[in-house]
């Protein structure tokens, strides 16, 4: 037997002599890499230009994220923090392509310059600057304040610092104010409403950029109960739907044994591009609801109101879908939304014009 094994293995070594030497298997050859042209190209993925962190802790963490591309070879990679040298790469698995993370632990509040700088094998230089801040924890700016979230490339809810459950793959793109929350399908965020509803009224403001090609139809903010059939007798929903020359913005709302329409509040009309939604391509919506009371803005001004039988009766509604009807408001195809939506406010109280006017001012 173990005479076999070694006249196999004889003979699997003349096969391969043979082939070699037929032309079979051509032999590994050194390719010159050419002469080095261009320096190379650094781009800072994180933190990007004027991207605010905040946190509880005064003194906190960030993941540098890079990379850097060069024709020949990358020699060296230089991270450095507001003058001073944080760390330098030089060993690289690609020698051409370099995707790099360092973890920054001493980040105070205040501006900050982030440099980065790489050389290549000739000695040729590169370097790219961001300009980033971390603030301190964000305070409610307005009364009864009870959620923020400005999307500025994350999804942190501000007042509470906490991460919302993400369901899909939503992006980033730019906002009304820095960046903005992008639609992806089947995406949506979702928050408990604990702490965030009460019987005392509701409120939300945001900035809308309308993508109305894929789906025609959406839900915006949706606050309902699971039920088989969905059950509108309870919550607040804001949805959207129509075609490319008319979108109808409506809201709907349950008292517990009624629910009440507001279908159109409001219609952006003819030209509707993906996006823009109209010639101003961010808007704003505000939607303020007493407990007898419900009022409409676009842009600050006043598009309708209207008495209810209120207050909202929020009996099982223990999610906030942000950018989605579902879970709960899915049926009707208020399926996950495109558009982008920026600068979000959830109030637990009516919010009045002269507060809504305020809050617009501040952001336009």
């Known amino acids: ?26 032999p590994i050859k050194a390719v010159a890499a050419g002469s080095d042209q261009t320096p190379p190209t650094v781009t800072i993925n994180y933190p990007f230009e004027g991207k605010v962190i905040q946190v509880k802790e005064e003194v906190t963490s960030i993941n540098i994220q890079l990379k850097v591309t060069d024709d020949i070879e990358i020699g060296s990679i230089v991270v450095n923090m507001d003058g001073t040298d944080l760390t330098t790469f030089t060993s690289f698995l690609d020698y051409r392509i370099a995707i790099e993370k360092y973890l920054f632990t001493n980040l105070t509040n205040g501006n900050h310059v982030l440099k980065v700088t790489a050389t290549d094998k000739s000695g040729k230089t590169a370097s790219s600057s961001v300009n980033f801040s971390k603030a301190a924890p964000y305070n409610a700016k307005y009364d009864g304040e009870v959620l923020y979230m400005p999307f500025d490339g994350d999804f942190m809810e501000e007042i509470s610092l906490t991460l919302p459950t993400v369901i899909g793959t939503p992006g980033f793109a730019d906002g009304q104010k820095g960046k903005a929350y992008a639609g ?14 009460g019987s005392n009224g509701f ?18 903010l949706t606050i309902s109960p699971p039920s ?14 129509g ?15 009624d629910e009440f329409w507001y279908n159109p509040f409001y219609v952006v009309s003819t030209p509707i591009t993906s996006p ?17 009371h419900v009022s409409f803005y676009i842009n600050g001004v006043s598009v309708g109101e209207n008495n209810w039988a209120g207050p909202i009766d929020w009996t099982s509604c223990s999610q906030i879908s942000i950018a989605s009807g579902s879970p709960n408001t899915d049926y009707w195809g208020h399926l996950s939304d495109n558009s982008m939506i920026d600068e979000l406010r959830i109030f637990n109280k009516a919010i009045s014009a002269a507060e809504v006017q305020s809050i617009y001012n501040d952001q336009k």
């Open 1 to 26: 037997m173990k005479n076999i094994k070694y006249i196999l293995a004889f003979l699997v070594g003349i096969v391969f002599t043979t082939a070699c030497k037929s032309g079979y298997i051509d």
């Open 184 to 197: 992806a399908t089947g995406a949506y965020l979702s928050f408990p409403t604990d702490g965030i509803v």
């Open 203 to 220: 409120s939300v403001v945001l900035w809308y950029n309308i993508n109305n090609v894929a789906p025609n139809r959406a839900g915006i």
């Open 228 to 241: 088989v059939g969905g059950d509108r007798t309870k919550g607040f929903r804001l949805m959207r739907e």
């Open 243 to 257: 075609g490319t020359t008319s979108q109808n913005i409506w809201s709907n709302i349950g008292n517990g044994t």
């Open 276 to 292: 823009p939604a109209n010639a101003a391509g961010w808007w704003q919506i505000a939607v303020s609801v007493s407990p007898t």
